[in-house]
């Protein structure tokens, strides 16, 4: 028999800073659309490890806590310094930012759809290269997306 635990999510993401800090990866479900097409809510399962300063650069997907207090796993668009700008690959233009400190950990992996994409892989890197791009249209191809797969509420 399975036993379901549930907690909120500050005190969970702290645990999964803790295991982080011990070297240690973690895998979450994914929960949310903010990060949409490329993760899918309840479905894709991402894993998240460790960092070290050079890999905290534009295209890296990090799980941080943001200058607002909230947790969240999006992209990193820019770093300038000690600090990131983010934006979830679901959104047209609104970002968040927050410090190196802050950043919890960063993805290795996602399981989707079946197949699991490292974060290096080069499947990966080209599908982010090419969302990247497509930035000042992002709208369009997420207004078809979101269309095509009805997103039932949080």
């Known amino acids: 028999m399975t036993k379901t635990i549930l907690i909120d999510k500050a005190t969970m993401m702290e645990e999964v800073r803790r295991i982080v800090a011990q070297g240690k990866t973690v895998s979450l479900t994914v929960k949310g ?3 949409n097409p490329f993760m899918a809510n309840m479905r894709d ?19 941080v ?5 909230n947790y969240l796993i999006h992209r990193i668009i820019k770093r ?3 600090l990131v700008t983010l934006m979830g ?3 047209v233009a609104q970002t968040e930012t927050a410090t190196i400190d802050n950043i919890i950990a960063i993805m290795y992996e996602i399981r989707r759809k ?3 994409y490292t974060a290096d892989s080069r499947t990966w890197k080209v599908y982010s290269w090419i969302w990247d791009k497509l930035t000042p249209v992002r709208r369009y191809p997420l207004g078809i997306w979101r269309r095509l797969h009805k997103q039932a509420p949080l």
Do not use: F
């Not at 490890?49 to 990090?62: L, N, S």
């Open 65 to 69: 806590k943001d200058t607002r207090g």
């Open 33 to 35: 659309y903010s990060m």
């Open 114 to 116: 079946g197949r699991s």
């Open 89 to 91: 690959d679901g959104n």
């Open 80 to 82: 300038d310094g000690n």
């Open 45 to 63: 399962v991402i894993t998240l490890g460790p960092w070290k300063d050079e890999q905290i650069c534009k295209g890296c997907v990090a799980l």
